[in-house]
């Protein structure tokens, strides 16, 4: 019966998502499953069983009629006429992950380099450990590490802008798939926000309980290691959204996402969500590096977070 189900799943994916369209897809099932039993109870085999109950219920076209989808069935091939979305494999899914996975890396490792790339310049001046020439030289190395990540990053990410750029489509075992590697990802992911946040809003300790030149490197450090866990956090996160949102919503198949991600009302939106976070995080590292107001500059974090309650609320698309 799984097979059947998988299989009518299959036929009503591109079909609108409206009570009438639900409401034929639940008598089919009826009549699929029934004359599935009577075939078993015939004693047909499981296999033979499945392939006449798909061979006599599996075309939408010459069912139209009686399950009253002339109309919707004909909007659909006139829109897949129109705009053919490309089915994206579950092998391709788990490729993409897995790609999206070591690019959160290089990224959050290229920002934090770029950001304790000041802690040579701060040793040589503060210490005989390392000449001034060469704190100076392991300070551009570092950047030009992360300038080489981020460019490495940017070459091999190329073979996947179909993903924003073309109409894709995925099954429901997919879909199912990405959805449990969401759920599982979720409490991992905010452990990873939460210490990376505590670790950028109380960088300053250090430094104003131990009056000591080198706590200013520990200060460094501690953001630099806070922003890697927000943005490889933000963007492993963002990444299995991204593969739940690629159904058509108008769909049955843009249900498959059941609710695992949040659609906006407009692309504005959209794109403010996704770079909040991270805009967030330069605006709180700008304001306490110009102010040096550390023991303050915290109460940043709890007033976007309920800004970003308040716009994600706000710009939610009503289904």
């Not at 430094?207 to 927000?230: C, D, K, P, R, W």
């Amino acid at each position: 019966m799984e097979t059947i189900r998988n299989y009518l799943e299959t036929m009503f994916a591109n079909m609108p998502n409206t009570p009438e369209v639900k409401r034929a897809k639940d008598e089919l099932l009826q009549m699929m499953e029934d004359k599935y039993n009577e075939l078993i109870a015939e004693g047909v085999n499981e296999n033979a069983a499945v392939g006449t109950v798909i061979s006599e219920f599996g075309n939408l076209d010459e069912l139209a009629e009686d399950l009253g989808l002339k109309k919707e069935i004909d909007e659909v091939n006139n829109r897949q006429e129109n705009v053919n979305r490309r089915f994206v494999s579950m092998d391709e899914v788990k490729t993409y992950l897995s790609h999206k996975t070591r690019s959160a890396i290089f990224v959050s490792v290229g920002v934090m380099l770029c950001i304790i790339s000041v802690i040579f310049p701060i040793i040589g001046d503060i210490s005989s450990v390392i000449s001034e020439g060469l704190s100076v030289g392991l300070m551009f190395l570092s950047i030009a590490i992360a300038v080489g990540l981020f460019v490495f990053n940017g070459i091999i990410s190329g073979e996947w802008t179909y993903l924003r750029r073309e109409p894709c489509q995925i099954d429901m075992a997919t879909a199912e798939y990405v959805k449990d590697r969401l759920r599982s990802y979720r409490p991992i992911s905010a452990i990873l926000l939460s210490v990376g946040v505590l670790l950028c809003a109380f960088c300053w300790v250090p430094v104003a309980a131990i009056q000591n030149e080198y706590m200013t490197v520990s200060l460094f450090l501690m953001v630099g290691f806070g922003v890697l866990l927000i943005i490889y956090s933000s963007m492993t996160s963002k990444s299995i959204e991204r593969i739940l949102s690629l159904n058509d919503s108008t769909t049955i198949s843009g249900t498959y996402s059941d609710g695992a991600n949040v659609e906006y009302n407009n692309k504005t939106a959209e794109v403010i969500m996704s770079v909040y976070w991270p805009t967030i995080t330069c605006i709180y590292l700008c304001v306490s590096f110009l102010t040096f107001a550390w023991y303050i500059t915290w109460i940043i974090w709890p007033i976007a977070a309920v800004l970003h309650k308040i716009f994600g609320t706000a710009w939610a698309k009503e289904v």
